[in-house]
C-alpha cells in the first residue's frame, strides 16, 4: 500500500488523490471502434491545433504541482502518446521529479520499434501498457479500423519484454459478439510470455462509441471461460484501490487480470485524475466538463494559485459515476461526455 503523503489532499469520500493520467496528444493512427470511431474521427475531423497543446515544460510543471498534492503514480496517454514529438525529453522532465514511484505510458504498440523502446525505458519510463483486443488479424483489423497488421503490435510487445520494462500489461477490451472469443487465444498466447493479460469491460466512455450493457462482457464470465483450460485462482491486490482484480495461474504461468468498471464498480477507491492534452483536469473517466489549467499557466499564475486550484477541484470531488450506473433505478446520465481520445484510459 502506498503511504499518503503529508499534504495529500482527499475529496468528499476520503480518496486521496494518488494517480495521474496526462493525455499528451489527441491523436491516433488507429480508429478503434469503441474508443475513435471513424464514422465520427473521419478525415474531417478537426483536432487539437498543436499550439493548444500543453508543451512539455506546461506538462513537467503540472506533474510537479500534482506530486505536491499527493500523486506518486504517473501515466502517460493519449490518443497513441508515440505521436507526441519530444516524447523521451518528457519522459524524462517527469521521471526527475522528486515523489514518484511510477512511471508508465498505454500505448498501441504500432510504432515501438526496439530503438524507441530502448528511448523511452532509458529516458525514465519503468512500466509500459499496450493495447491488443484480438489476435486474429480479421478480428484486429475489425477493430482498429485501419487495417494495421497485429503482427506489428506483436513486435512491438516483444520489443517491450526485450527492453527489459519492469512490467509489460496487455489491455484487451472486451465486446460480446465482437472479438469475445479471442479470451482463450490471448489467454493461451500470453500465459508464461513475462507479460500480463488484463480483460477490460467494455465501457460507456464518451459518446461515440455506441455503447450498450448487452455488449459487455461480463469479467465473471470471462474467468469462467479461462477456468475450462486453465485453471486460475484469485491473488490479493497489491495495494489499495488497485485497478485490476488480479488472478494467478495455479501452475505458476503467470497472472492475469480484469478490470471491471461495468459490473463491479471500484469508485469508492478510485484516486486517479486525467488532464487532457488540452490542459483540463477531468476527476472521473466517464466525466462531461473539465477545469481549465492551461489558461491559469499561460496567464502567469503561480505554483501555489495552481496548487490551490487543484487542491479546491480535488477536495469538492463526488464522482462515482460506475455506482450510479449499475444501480437499476436510476437513468443513464445524457450529457456529452468526453471522449477517451481525449484523456487516455
Not at 184 to 190: I, P
Not at 283 to 311: M, P, Q, W, Y
Request: glycine share 6%; with cysteine; net charge neutral.
Amino acid at each position: 500500500m502506498v503511504e499518503s503523503q503529508p499534504h495529500q489532499v482527499r475529496d468528499k469520500f476520503n480518496r486521496p488523490i494518488r494517480d495521474l493520467r496526462i493525455s499528451v496528444t489527441d491523436r491516433c493512427n488507429f480508429r478503434c471502434v469503441y474508443c475513435m470511431p471513424r464514422e465520427v474521427f473521419g478525415p474531417g475531423y478537426a483536432f487539437v491545433p498543436r499550439s493548444e497543446l500543453l508543451r512539455l515544460e506546461e506538462i513537467h510543471r503540472v506533474a510537479r504541482i500534482f506530486v505536491q498534492e499527493g500523486v506518486t503514480k504517473i501515466r502517460i496517454t493519449g490518443g497513441e502518446p508515440l505521436i507526441r514529438r519530444d516524447l523521451e525529453q518528457l519522459i524524462e522532465m517527469i521521471s526527475g521529479i522528486d515523489g514518484i514511484r511510477d512511471l508508465s505510458m498505454t500505448t498501441n504498440a504500432s510504432m515501438l520499434t526496439l530503438e524507441r523502446a530502448r528511448s523511452l525505458y532509458g529516458a525514465g519510463l519503468a512500466r509500459i501498457n499496450i493495447s491488443l483486443d484480438a489476435l486474429d488479424q480479421e478480428t484486429f483489423q475489425e477493430i482498429n479500423d485501419v487495417k494495421f497488421p497485429v503482427s506489428d503490435v506483436l513486435s512491438g510487445i516483444d520489443n517491450a519484454l526485450a527492453t527489459g520494462f519492469s512490467n509489460v500489461k496487455i489491455n484487451s477490451v472486451i465486446r460480446k459478439g465482437s472479438n469475445d472469443h479471442s479470451i482463450l487465444d490471448l489467454a493461451r498466447h500470453f500465459r508464461g510470455s513475462g507479460a500480463t493479460l488484463r480483460f477490460i469491460e467494455f465501457m460507456d466512455v464518451g459518446s461515440t462509441n455506441q455503447w450498450q450493457r448487452e455488449q459487455v462482457m461480463p469479467a465473471s464470465k470471462m474467468i469462467d471461460i479461462i477456468k475450462t483450460e486453465f485453471p486460475i485462482a484469485p491473488v490479493s491486490p497489491n495495494y489499495e484501490g488497485e485497478v485490476a482484480k488480479r488472478w494467478r495461474y495455479l501452475d505458476g504461468s503467470g497472472e492475469i487480470g480484469f478490470i471491471t468498471s461495468v459490473t463491479q464498480p471500484f469508485c469508492r477507491d478510485c484516486s486517479r485524475a486525467r488532464i487532457s492534452a488540452v490542459g483540463k483536469i477531468y476527476t472521473c473517466l466517464f466525466a462531461s466538463n473539465g477545469h481549465d489549467l492551461k489558461d491559469l499557466i499561460r496567464e502567469g499564475a503561480s505554483d501555489a494559485v495552481l496548487a490551490r486550484f487543484v487542491r479546491e477541484i480535488w477536495s469538492n470531488r463526488i464522482d462515482r459515476y460506475s455506482e450510479l450506473r449499475s444501480d437499476a433505478s436510476l437513468t443513464r446520465d445524457s450529457a456529452a461526455r468526453i471522449e477517451m481520445s481525449y484523456i487516455g484510459g
